[in-house]
């Protein structure tokens, strides 16, 4: 157990609707970093957020948008949704950078039907 | 920009064989190097990182990484392959920078363990 929660499990959902994914972080991590995985394109890193406030961005598409709330935990809001956003989304979190050794979740399966 | 490339997608070895599974990395500063590993189902776990000093890695389950500057790599070992192995592995890569660090990843190669 990596101690990063990831909710919910699957999720399957229809064309045009809106999800959120959640992840709790490890206890005392202040990093959260959100990647997609698909077959096609493989690990994308999405978005980071650190402490509160975004830090840095990577492939997010502008119909995607996370957060990190004070207590820690982030949600990625998912909206618009299209066939192929189907993937597995996973969340890590570090103590700081990347550098630091990062804990990944078991993933959230979206599947968009 | 920060790439990573792994040679072969897949690599298959008998039980007991060297396990070797190859990485390039491309960065303009020094870089961070990392080794990952995924079993079915599961989320990503840790098996070994560069960050600075010592260039061969030691990780878990006997795997080690060597970092070589001047060939730009970073290529994963094991001496004697076990079938709990068989597993997707992923390269990655990250840079310390003020605007905060992501690890980038190679596209993953696949290990096959037969007895």
């Known amino acids: 157990d990596s101690g990063v929660t990831q909710t919910p499990k699957h999720l399957i959902t229809a064309t045009g609707q809106r999800v959120t994914l959640r992840c709790s972080p490890r206890?005392?991590?202040?990093?959260v970093y959100w990647y997609q995985q698909s077959l096609d394109q493989g690990l994308q890193f999405l978005i980071q957020y650190y402490n509160g406030e975004e830090r840095a961005k990577g492939n997010i598409l502008e119909r995607f948008s996370a957060q990190q709330f004070p207590d820690l935990h982030s949600e990625l809001n998912l909206s618009s949704l299209e066939l192929g956003d189907s993937a597995l989304y996973f969340c890590?979190?570090?103590?700081?950078?990347?550098?630091?050794?990062?804990?990944f979740g078991q993933g959230t399966r979206l599947t968009v039907v | 920009a920060q790439s990573v490339t792994q040679l072969g997608s897949h690599v298959s070895v008998s039980e007991g064989a060297l396990v070797l599974l190859r990485c390039n990395y491309s960065?303009?500063?020094?870089?961070?190097l990392f080794w990952y590993v995924q079993y079915p189902n599961q989320g990503l776990q840790l098996l070994l990182k560069?960050?600075?000093?010592?260039?061969l890695v030691k990780g878990i389950n006997g795997f080690e990484a060597e970092f070589k500057k001047s060939e730009t790599s970073f290529h994963l070992t094991k001496p004697s392959a076990h079938m709990s192995d068989a597993a997707e592995y992923f390269c990655?890569?990250?840079?310390?920078?003020?605007?905060?660090?992501?690890?980038?990843f190679g596209k993953g190669t696949t290990l096959s363990v037969s007895s």
């Open positions: 560069y960050t600075t000093g010592a260039t």
């Open positions: 206890s005392g991590d202040l990093s």
């Open positions: 990655a890569v990250s840079e310390d920078n003020q605007a905060g660090t992501a690890l980038i």
């Open positions: 890590a979190s570090s103590v700081r950078g990347m550098n630091t050794e990062a804990f």
């Open positions: 960065s303009s500063v020094p870089p961070y």
